[in-house]
């Protein structure tokens, strides 16, 4: 089996989720302002057991509840997937100096054509030739970057994993 690593780089154990644990992540998927009493409601529990179940979903991260934003409400019109080549230095070093960068959403390391893969949102398309050049490829060990704009947004799911 493969473990992904998460961040920080250490192996992550997968959680086990029961029909319950489904249950309420599919709830504050739909509404992540439900309370407690509300998702207890739902699934004829106490509050309490909804506390606890969360804390240890939590605490496995297994979930967590974030508020989403909007790209273009914030300003980002410009979506980049960004492939990296690293050369000279430990890619996962390279991918956290790059994940440092607040446009940079995600960044993934990948076997294939590309060492490494991002996700970038950017305000403007004046924006993309500096980030690429000076940004990105200024950081040690980048030694080559192909980059696609996207032009359309067919898919965008926040939720990450199925359930």
């Known amino acids: 089996m493969v473990r992904m690593q998460i961040r920080n780089g250490r192996a992550l ?5 029961d029909a319950q644990d489904r249950s309420i992540i599919e709830i504050l998927r739909t ?3 439900a ?4 998702i207890a409601k739902q699934l004829s529990v106490t509050p309490a057991t909804i506390s606890s179940r969360l804390q240890k979903l939590e605490d496995a991260r297994a979930m967590r509840v974030v508020a989403v934003t909007d790209f273009a409400a914030l ?3 410009v979506i980049i ?5 690293v ?3 430990d890619t996962q070093e390279v991918g956290r100096d790059l994940a440092r960068f607040p446009e940079v959403l995600s960044v993934n390391i990948m076997n294939g054509a590309n060492d490494l893969e ?6 403007d398309f004046s924006d993309v030739q500096e980030f690429l050049y000076d940004h990105i490829a200024g950081i040690r060990g980048v030694a080559g970057i192909d980059a696609g704009i996207a032009v359309d947004i067919v898919k965008f799911e926040f939720n990450v994993v199925p359930l």
């Open 87 to 89: 050369r000279g230095r």
């Open 13 to 17: 154990s997968p959680p086990s989720l």
């Open 31 to 33: 509404n992540g302002r």
């Open 118 to 123: 991002l996700l970038v949102a950017l305000h």
């Open 75 to 77: 300003g980002y019109n």
């Open 35 to 38: 309370t407690n009493l509300d």
């Open 81 to 85: 997937a960004v492939g990296v080549k």
